[in-house]
């Protein structure tokens, strides 16, 4: 696999001013690590995107600031919570040679003969799954064939997953599942047990409100100074 190269340059501007880099096109980011200092750095919005698109969360890239280069994982990012758009990352620099924790998305792939005739449907309960595993080995994906799947009632577990277990450590519990055969009705019957009792809902309404009305503005004051630190 092609490595994955950023250049970043050291950033000047910090806290809310940072609004004046994201007008011209220029992403605030971080880069930190357990042997290293936090440091404030920028890049091109587009170079960033770009590499993300390769990259995801789990391919180490390199990260190059002047004369230096880390291996690093992309984490953290924010989005504007109405654009959508990034507005700040943490670049988190690893060590190549000791294993680390992360979260993997299960993609399905195939289709389910039960669903294509219509006699059930498949519900995915386990979207991601949580790996041990040297920086180079974490995969960008783990994929899930569904196509043995023909009945209501079967189920595919952790334990199921063909995996590298050399290389990667699962977290999950082998019993856990993650993708099961279901009807109509059994989906329902779920929700069902799972919808709150209109008294339940009256009264975590009531707490809501009261809590709101003590803690509105101690909030607004966190908020506002998170926002002033968090660039």
Do not use: C, W
């Not at 950023?6 to 001013?17: A, Q, V, W």
């Amino acid at each position: 696999m092609e490595k994955i190269k950023l250049t970043l340059t050291p950033r000047k501007i910090l806290g809310k001013k940072v609004k004046k880099l994201r007008r011209e096109g220029i992403l605030p980011a971080n880069l930190f690590g357990k042997d290293i200092k936090s440091v404030a750095l920028q890049i091109s919005e587009k170079d960033f995107i770009k590499a993300f698109k390769k990259s995801g969360e789990t391919v180490v890239v390199e990260v190059k600031v002047g004369e230096n280069t880390y291996p690093a994982l992309i984490q953290n990012f924010q989005k504007d919570p109405v654009s959508g758009k990034v507005i700040h990352v943490d670049f988190h620099k690893v060590n190549l040679k000791e294993k680390i924790t992360a979260n993997i998305p299960i993609k399905l792939v195939g289709e389910s003969p039960a669903e294509k005739s219509g006699i059930g449907l498949v519900l995915q309960t386990l979207n991601e799954l949580e790996i041990e595993s040297l920086p180079t080995d974490i995969p960008s994906e783990v994929e899930v064939n569904i196509e043995s799947l023909s009945e209501v009632g079967q189920t595919i577990h952790v334990k199921d997953l063909k995996l590298d277990r050399d290389k990667i450590e699962v977290k999950n519990d082998p019993e856990e599942v993650i993708i099961s055969v279901q009807t109509a009705g059994m989906k329902e019957e779920e929700v069902v047990e799972e919808a709150p009792s209109p008294e339940e809902v009256e009264a975590i309404s009531e707490k809501g409100e009261e809590e709101v009305a003590e803690e509105g503005k101690p909030a607004e004051k966190a908020k506002d100074e998170g926002e002033g630190k968090e660039e």
